[in-house]
Every structure is written in C-alpha cells, then in structure tokens.
C-alpha cells in the first residue's frame, strides 16, 4: 500500500513558476513508477508527466513539454513537478499517483492516487 500526498499549488499570474511535491509513505517507493495528471472543471484527467522507478527515464505531455520538469527523491520518498512558464490553460487539480514497473501515460495503469492540489494561473 502506498499513501500519497500533494503539495505545492496555489495562485499564480501567467508567466509564473511553481513547484508540486508529492510524498509517499512506505519503504518501497523506489520500485514505484510515477506519475502526475491534471484535471480541468468539467474535462477528463489528463498525463501531464511520468517518471521511471530509478528517475532515469521521463516523458510529457507535449502540452508541458520545454516548461515542466518531474523529478524524485527516493531518499526521501517525494516526487516533484516544476511548473515553469505557466498558462492559464495549465489551470488544475494535479494529482500524483504510483505504479509497479514501468512508467506509463494511462491514467488507467496507475494503482495509488493523491488528493490533489489546485493549481489555478491568472492571466
């Protein structure tokens, strides 16, 4: 079982940056590829971001591809998300959410999930 906790969003004008951090509990995050997703009112969640169990391998969105970096921390159990450039469009709930194995783009492959954090950009 693994518990997953967001944190990090907030207000912030277009152009702006922010980082999301999410920690999980539990001794085996290292064997867990991760994942963050965003949920716009009223639309489906989307991938944003994924990153391999040992962070060697990454892949985005080509939404947020050149503006947002996803990375971890075994050692300390905490992925990260960092927001650069952000739009108006990127307005949100992000969530992270875990894996065994590989690291994937379907919302459907992932088997734990955090509450979410709002991530709202005014222009």
């Known amino acids: 079982q693994v ?3 967001e944190s990090g ?3 912030v004008q277009a152009g702006g940056s922010l980082r999301l ?9 290292r064997n867990y590829a991760m994942g963050w997703f965003r949920q716009a009112p009223g639309k489906e969640r989307k991938f944003v971001a994924t990153i391999s169990s ?16 996803i990375s971890r921390d075994n050692a ?16 949100a709930v992000y969530s992270c959410a875990a ?3 590989s ?3 379907s919302v459907y492959d992932y ?3 955090g509450q979410g954090t709002q991530v709202t950009v005014s222009s």
């Open 111 to 113: 088997d734990y999930w």
């Open 21 to 29: 951090s999410c920690a999980a509990s539990g001794r085996t995050f």
């Open 54 to 69: 040992s962070g060697g391998y990454a892949f985005y969105a080509d939404s947020v591809k050149g503006r947002f970096t």
């Open 76 to 91: 300390k159990n905490t992925v990260y998300l960092q927001m650069n450039s952000l739009k108006p469009e990127d307005t």
């Open 9 to 11: 969003g907030g207000l």
């Open 103 to 105: 690291y994937s783009l």
């Open 99 to 101: 894996r065994s194995g």
């Open 3 to 5: 518990q997953l906790v």
